[in-house]
Structure formats: C-alpha cells, structure tokens
C-alpha cells in the first residue's frame, strides 16, 4: 500500500513506553483472568508479507510470557484478496497458532477492518474477550461507521490494540481515533522492529490473561524503556 503521508518517526523505545503509557491508563474494571482470550488480527493483503512472516517468528513468545499467569487462548483472523476473510479455532500453544499462519498466503485486496471490529463483538457473544489484537498498515473503509463498532467494542470491555506498520498519516489518524474509542491503544512500527513488535504483542497478551496488574509488572522486565515511561506517566 502507498502512503498517504509521512508522519516523524518514533524510536523504537518511545514507541513502546508510550504504548505502555497508554496501557496503563486502561479501565481499572478489566478484572484479571486465568483463562484469557485474544483475538490476532492481522492484514494479509499483497504488502503485508514481510510483517506476516516476522508475525509467525514472534507469535510464541505471547504464550511463554503468560505461562505462569494462566492460560492465554488466541483466535488468528485475517482478510486478504477479494473480500476473502477467515477465522480459526482457539489456540492454547504456539506450535498449533504457528502452523496455521504458516498456511496463510498474502494476497492484493482492499482492508476489511470492520469486518474484524463485528467478528471481535460476535466472539463476546460466546464468551468474555480480553483483547483485540490488529496488525496493518493502512485504512481505506469510512472511519464513522468503524468508529461505531470501536465504541460498541468499549462497552462489551475490549480494548483494541492497532499496531500500525509505517507511518502513513491517514491511517494512523483514523487508528489512533479508533484505539482511543475503544479504551486500548495505537502503536507504529517498522519492518526493522521486529524486538519492538515482540514487546508490543507480549504486552497485549500480559493484559488479557492477568489484566492490569500483570501488566504495570512487565515493566520490570523492559528495564530500556522504565525511564521514558515513568516521564510520561508524570
């Protein structure tokens, strides 16, 4: 996809204190879980294949941090091609979550985020959802009407959780309106931040199984990125 603009860039580790900055402002209410659901949902059309692959090398660390928290079910959803878009079964281990994405071949087509905002609601039909996960790097739908579904998203708590690739203006605008909407957050990053995408998802899988206290405590564990955090959260 081509961009619409160019934003100033983040370092990687300001990009990542500020998404846990902003983590940390999510609603108190999100009780911790010994059994947390996360939706992954990523775009697979034409220019995402360099991001699928880092995807598929990052996805297992999601279960390995919240191994001793509980256990952290993951749903993959994806769309590419013409109006092509697939779900899977829930995932427990990162063996089976790999082998599927493995499977997946990116194709040209056009974004279908509302798609994945309606299947995150259809999924807290059925149970509580923790978190939705979206990986992609443009938005080409009406904002209004996926603004509709970010805020119905926030009154069944389920923070929405954008990962951005690059820095293209229109998406990251809409993005970040769509993430504030929803009680989550909204985070950019480029195809050279592969430990900072890996810091990122980590951190949404924290929260979905052990909710906000598990996640103020990952800090200790990213000691690089504890000082710029603690300044914004002045």
């Known amino acids: 996809m081509t961009d619409h603009g160019k934003l100033p860039s983040q370092t990687k580790t300001t990009a990542v204190a500020d998404f846990l900055a902003q ?32 995807a ?36 427990t281990e990162t063996q089976s979550l790999l082998a599927e994405m493995l499977k997946v071949q990116c194709l040209g087509g056009q974004t279908q985020i509302g798609r994945v905002l309606q299947h995150g609601l259809a999924l807290t039909q059925q149970g509580p959802l923790q978190a939705l996960v979206f990986v992609g790097d443009c938005l080409e739908e009406p904002i209004d009407a996926l603004a509709e579904l970010a805020g119905q998203l926030k009154l069944k708590s389920v923070p929405l959780f954008i ?42 899988a924290v929260y979905a199984v052990g909710g906000f206290t598990a996640l103020t405590k990952l800090r200790a564990k990213h000691p690089e990125v504890v000082a710029l955090l603690e300044r914004q959260l002045r």
């Open 23 to 54: 983590a940390e402002q999510l609603p108190t209410h999100s009780k911790p879980s010994t059994q947390g659901r996360l939706l992954f949902a990523i775009d697979a059309t034409a220019s995402r294949q360099p991001t699928w692959d880092m």
């Open 56 to 91: 598929c090398q990052l996805q297992g660390q999601m279960f390995l941090e919240t191994a001793e928290l509980g256990k952290l079910a993951i749903q993959l959803c994806y769309y590419h091609g013409y109006r092509a878009f697939h779900t899977s079964p829930w995932f």
């Open 163 to 204: 990962f951005q690739e690059g820095h293209d203006a229109h998406a990251s605008q809409g993005f970040a309106q769509l993430a504030r909407l929803s009680d989550g957050a909204h985070c950019q990053f480029d195809q050279n931040s592969a430990g900072q995408l890996q810091t990122l998802l980590t951190a949404v």
